[in-house]
């Protein structure tokens, strides 16, 4: 079965500074793995999709890294509206389309 | 415009009722699934239909039904509502997985509370 580990759980950081989330998978022919934010009371908003191990994508302040086992959300120069929770997801070549999440991570930053 | 909406937003009503969370979307995929968000913030896939076709059923009870009118629409019916249905509903569509589906997106969800 598809797993996703987030780590940390929860990150609190000051204002600009830089910092990384974790994002452990394991899947059977990885379709792709996903990114999204969500901000309490609000659907996961899609930020990026990685296909293959040394991928990369950007946008804005987020860098999103992809290896064969994880992938990484680095983000340079936080902003207090970078603040909301983290989710990973995977999706299989043998799982019609469905995502398996991960648990998130919560990012706070504080001004 | 709103890609995918649902509604309602709030649900709270009592248990053994019936109810149904309707859900829209205007972006024109294929696909389009239903998820449960548990208090842990965990979110679980329920269905997939792919054309009005289920794909993907994740050992939900026979409580919860799923309809689907024309591949635009997913509303999700569910019946003797319990406790332990209380969470937040979300629907999401992408595209075609033939065309190489990608990224999902999602609605705004819908707090279901049980009383």
């Known amino acids: 079965e598809d797993q996703v580990t987030q780590s940390p759980e929860a990150l609190r950081l000051q204002e600009g500074e830089s910092s990384s989330l974790n994002c452990s998978y394991t899947?059977?022919?990885?379709?792709?793995l996903f990114w999204y934010r969500q901000d309490p009371g609000k659907g996961p908003e899609f930020l990026f999709t990685l296909y293959s191990a040394g991928e990369e994508k950007e946008k804005e302040r987020l860098k999103a890294t992809l290896t064969k086992k994880e992938s990484f959300l680095h983000i340079t120069a936080p902003k207090p509206e970078d603040s909301a929770t983290y989710l990973c997801?995977?999706?299989?070549?043998?799982?019609?389309?469905?995502?398996?999440f991960g648990t998130g991570t919560r990012l706070t930053i504080i001004p | 415009d709103t890609a995918v909406s649902q509604t309602p937003k709030y649900l709270v009503t009592q248990m053994g009722n019936d109810k149904s969370i309707k859900c829209e979307q205007n972006l024109g995929h294929d696909t389009m699934y239903w998820y449960k968000q548990d208090s842990k913030k965990f979110l679980k896939i329920m269905f997939s239909?792919?054309?009005?076709?289920?794909?993907i059923n994740e050992t939900v009870p026979n409580r919860f039904s799923p309809k689907s009118p024309d591949k635009a629409h997913l509303n999700l019916h569910i019946n003797s509502l319990e406790l332990g249905d209380s969470a937040v509903y979300f629907c999401a569509s992408s595209q075609d997985r033939l065309q190489g589906g990608t990224e999902a997106f999602f609605g705004q969800g819908t707090r279901l509370t049980v009383v």
């Open positions: 997801a995977v999706s299989s070549n043998f799982g019609n389309e469905k995502l398996t």
């Open positions: 899947v059977s022919g990885l379709r792709g």
């Open positions: 239909y792919n054309n009005k076709e289920l794909i």
